[in-house]
């Protein structure tokens, strides 16, 4: 319980496990090169919309246990287990991983550290980076140092950030082949995540490419079985068969479960789509491209996902989107959530525009993320607002106010009563007995 932490990336990830790790009970600082997301973490602003965090981080700000900064100088000086939480987005026009976040954020530790201490790599990164950064961590480090690096690849989903921090399913750390560093590292670890393995949580100590290839393929199965179950709408869709009820019938069956298993627009986000393409990058790379070629169709069926949406929303309108209005409901990648990288309810209101709509997009808690991505688009302060006039609603994140709608509420407003259900949210026979024409992906 003695360790003094350090939380270096306080963006989704960071904000989180910084917050968190200063409720166990440990000293936590936080340092991002961002001054302004500093300054509003250290005033007890959080950044991001995330349920439940802001309290967790404003109690620990309060109490004394949680800082801000953006001095290496202080990092080093200050924590003897560094947690790297910077980004990993997609190189511009590439598949692969955009390591130079990282790479930066060792390079400025590095030579700051004097003395023992342990680095623990949380960001998503391609099998072969840890290894990489131990090198390099051993190269920068000053003659008095010992730092030690270990891969410990982060889990949390958005939206439940804190209890999957608090309590996750289980806890991976990558560990050094010299067994004596590695004994450290994981004992080091296991302080750190004591409460949560007193409560039970498993507790998987592996080598560095190991621990790396979980958090990728845990990424690649899930995106998989969402897109398994998108591929069966589109042969429903050709088949006049109802995906809900399939996907329902399936989830029964244990060997299958359904969790997610919802068929619907397909996943978005910080994570998904980057992670599987930078997997297939490093699978080319290792020579294994084959592997992973699947990866590959689990893409471009959550692709075309987004097309047969707009194309669904225009066969409603006649054929054209020209001088019409289109009312969309979500912006987030998904709900309780404020992110919008890779949002698949933005790409399709951006893209229902380009074809000569006037769209409008509410949401509960992305519009000012999304205003920021597309300048272009209108943007409503309430679903009622974003569906005045419309001669077709889009429900594209399924927020659980979107779900309770109340159709005569919504008819009231629009020009013309159509909805596309993107996300299988919504009652039909409750809709359609209120008069509105309702189209969803994958139901007749
Ligand atoms: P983010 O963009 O919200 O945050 C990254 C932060 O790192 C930013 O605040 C940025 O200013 C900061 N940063 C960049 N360079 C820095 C440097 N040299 N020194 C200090 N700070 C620096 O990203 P995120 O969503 O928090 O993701 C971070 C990593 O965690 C990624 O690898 C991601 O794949 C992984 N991850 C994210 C989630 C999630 O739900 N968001 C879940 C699991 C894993």
């Given at each position: 319980m003695a360790h003094r932490l350090t939380v270096i990336g306080t963006g989704y990830l960071g904000a989180t496990h910084a917050a968190c790790m200063a409720d166990l009970g440990f000293e936590v600082l936080g340092l991002d090169v961002d001054k302004d997301k500093v300054d509003r973490l250290q005033a007890g602003d959080l950044p991001v919309y995330e349920p439940g965090l802001e309290a967790v981080l404003q109690r620990n700000l309060e109490a004394g246990r949680l800082r801000f900064t953006t001095s290496y100088d202080e990092a080093a000086d200050f924590g003897d287990v560094h947690f790297i939480c910077v980004g990993t987005p997609q190189k511009q026009g590439e598949y692969?991983?955009?390591l130079s976040y990282v790479d930066e954020t060792i390079g400025a530790l590095a030579p700051r550290l004097d003395r023992r201490c342990l680095v623990v790599g949380k960001s998503t990164v391609p099998v072969g980076t840890a290894r990489h950064l131990a090198e390099r961590l051993a190269r920068l480090a000053p003659a008095d140092g010992d730092a030690v690096l270990a891969w410990n690849p982060e889990f949390l989903r958005e939206g439940f950030a804190v209890q999957d921090t608090m309590h996750p399913d289980r806890i991976v750390i990558g560990v050094p082949d010299d067994p004596d560093d590695a004994a450290w590292a994981e004992q080091v670890l296991r302080e750190v995540y004591a409460p949560m393995i007193a409560e039970g949580c498993p507790f998987v100590v592996a080598d560095y490419p190991t621990a790396e290839l979980v958090k990728v393929s845990a990424n690649a199965f899930l995106a998989t079985k969402i897109s398994f179950i998108n591929a069966m709408a589109e042969v429903c869709e050709a088949a006049h068969a109802d995906v809900t009820k399939l996907s329902e019938a399936l989830s029964y069956d244990d060997r299958i479960g359904?969790?997610?298993l919802g068929p619907g627009l397909g996943f978005g986000g910080g994570c998904l789509p980057k992670d599987i393409r930078a997997f297939m990058a490093r699978a080319g790379e290792l020579g294994v491209d084959q592997a992973l070629s699947f990866l590959r169709e689990v893409d471009a069926i959550n692709q075309r996902r987004r097309i047969r949406m707009v194309d669904l929303a225009r066969e409603l309108l006649g054929g054209s989107f020209i001088g019409r209005t289109v009312g969309v409901l979500?912006?987030?990648?998904?709900?309780?959530?404020d992110d919008v990288r890779d949002s698949p309810a933005l790409d399709v209101a951006a893209n229902i525009r380009s074809q000569g709509a006037r769209v409008t997009v509410y949401d509960p808690q992305a519009l000012e993320n999304a205003r920021r991505a597309h300048p272009n688009l209108d943007y409503g302060s309430s679903a009622l607002d974003a569906a005045r006039d419309a001669h077709v609603v889009l429900l594209l994140t399924e927020w659980a106010e979107f779900r309770d709608m109340d159709p005569d509420a919504l008819g009231a407003v629009v020009a013309e009563k159509n909805i596309v259900d993107g996300r299988n949210a919504l009652d039909p026979e409750r809709w359609r007995t209120a008069g509105w024409t309702y189209r969803a992906l994958g139901r007749p």
């Open positions: 692969a991983a955009d359904g969790k997610f979500g912006a987030a990648f998904k709900p309780n959530s």
